[in-house]
């Protein structure tokens, strides 16, 4: 979870259980970070700059 935690930090929102709507825990106290684990489930979900190969 530390990659979740750090992201939604960061400022990554996430849909709210109850209402779906964006829960943002932004931290401004954070100036930068670099997400070396970061969640998501990749493939078809990234969006095509994301997913082509550097």
Do not use: F
Not at 13 to 40: M, Q, S, W
């Amino acid at each position: 979870m530390g990659g979740q935690t750090v992201g939604m930090l960061l400022g990554a929102g996430l849909p709210g259980p109850e209402t779906g709507e964006t829960v943002n825990l932004l931290d401004d106290r954070i100036k930068a970070g670099i997400l070396l684990a970061a969640p998501g489930r990749g493939g078809t979900d990234l969006k095509p700059e994301t997913a082509k190969p550097k």
